[in-house]
């Protein structure tokens, strides 16, 4: 209960840094690129695991549509980024595949599951299957960036490790 209790709190205060994160946003073929969702993404992937990972995107893209800091468009950005990052650490437990994860499960997925939200729901008829590829993978790349020089020194200096201890602890 202890343990849950404490990657509850780590996880609202990820959805939280990822709402503010957004201000700090910019456009890109038509997409608002947010690459502070995905630093979250990739510090969910390693200390909390994908399904937490999931959750505190969903959280946070919806708090982000909610305030007008969002389209519905970061919804399977972010999603699938988290997912696949999660996913991809838990069972290869090495950071590279977080970033990988990060990178493919945004980009290549989220961008192409864009495209009917963007098509169907938003009513984009210039929209192509691979319209949200390019954008995400600008966004995605500035975060994996931002996200490799702090998991690497955090990993340097021992803190990453003790992060993961405290978070699994019962």
Known sequence: MKTNTKKLAVAA????????????????????CAPVQHLVNILCAIL???????????VASLIRNMLALGTVLAFPGSMCGALLAGLL??????????YIGEL????????????P????????E??????????????????????????LALAKAGVLNRMMDSLNKN
Do not use: D, Q
């Not at 650490?89 to 595949?97: E, I, Q, T």
């Not at 210039?126 to 600008?138: D, Y």
């Open 13 to 32: 205060l990820f959805a939280a840094l990822s709402v503010v994160g957004s201000l700090f946003s910019f456009p890109v073929f038509g997409a608002k």
């Open 48 to 58: 909390l695991g994908p399904w937490w990972g999931v959750v505190t995107a969903f």
């Open 89 to 98: 650490y838990k069972y290869g437990k090495k950071l590279p595949f977080a």
């Open 104 to 115: 493919v499960g945004t980009s290549l997925i989220g961008g192409m599951l864009a495209f």
């Open 117 to 124: 939200i963007a098509k169907f729901i938003l009513g984009n």
């Open 126 to 151: 210039a929209a192509a299957i691979f319209t949200f590829v390019v954008p995400f993978f600008v966004s995605c790349a500035g975060g994996t960036i931002i996200a490799i020089v702090l998991t």
